[in-house]
């Protein structure tokens, strides 16, 4: 079964800091890969995805995330916090293959403090 | 904003009763899909509709029901309430993903449902 889990619930960095937002995926194959953000009483809105190709992708805000096989994960990254950034951030898939309509399966996401 | 408008934002039922929820999807998309989202958790898929007809199905029961209009905005339907469908649900629009397109999700900001 297609799964996706992101081990750290809560994480809290300081403004300017750096961050890491870890994802591990369970498939048979490589899956179509997005981060999404959600901000209090907001939709989501996506960060970045993979699809194929260069195993760095570059997202909007600053984040980028990468791919890697070898270790079926896909963590976000940010070189420099800012206070706007905390939020809820999800990782999620869809499975790649004939008859896949294009269903998320989303992991059950990392809440982000910014401490000033 | 992502062209994605849901209604209501917020509303209160009591168990046993049903809700419609109703969402507008992006000019130009031709696929929606309903997600729920309870609280403290990611989003789970709910269904998916495409050109008026289903085109997957998550894990939820016969009482979850969809319509898609021919203006491809669509309604969410569940009856009998219980209050495990308390949650915020989400719908997103987007292209069909057909095999070798890479679609991407519009969300809107949910419609939160408490049932009491």
């Known amino acids: 079964a297609q799964s996706v889990t992101q081990p750290d619930i809560h994480i809290t960095v300081s403004e300017g800091a750096s961050l890491e937002l870890r994802c591990n995926y369970s498939?048979?194959?490589?899956?179509?890969l997005f981060w999404y953000v959600q901000s209090p009483g907001q939709g989501l809105q996506l960060l970045l995805k993979?699809?194929?190709?260069?195993?760095l992708v570059q997202g909007i805000k600053g984040f980028e995330a990468e791919f890697k096989r070898s270790q079926s994960s896909f963590n976000l990254r940010k070189p420099s916090v800012h206070w706007s950034d905390a939020a809820e951030y999800f990782c999620a898939l869809v499975p790649r293959g004939s008859g896949n309509t294009g269903k998320l399966i989303f992991g059950q996401g990392t809440t982000l403090q910014v401490k000033p | 904003e992502t062209g994605v408008t849901q209604s209501p934002t917020h509303l209160i039922k009591t168990r046993g009763q049903q809700v419609t929820l109703r969402c507008s999807s992006q000019s130009g998309h031709n696929t929606v899909s309903w997600y729920q989202q309870a609280l403290g958790q990611g989003p789970q898929f709910i269904f998916q509709?495409?050109?008026?007809?289903?085109?997957g199905r998550g894990n939820f029961p016969p009482r979850f029901s969809g319509l898609q209009f021919p203006n491809y905005s669509s309604e969410l339907n569940v009856n009998a309430l219980e209050l495990d469908d308390s949650a915020l649900y989400l719908c997103?629009?987007?292209?069909?993903?057909?095999?070798?397109?890479?679609?991407?999700?519009?969300f809107g900001e949910g419609s939160r449902l408490t049932v009491l």
């Open positions: 509709y495409y050109r008026e007809e289903e085109n």
């Open positions: 997103a629009s987007s292209l069909e993903w057909a095999s070798g397109r890479t679609g991407e999700l519009f």
């Open positions: 993979y699809f194929s190709g260069d195993t």
């Open positions: 498939y048979g194959a490589t899956p179509y």
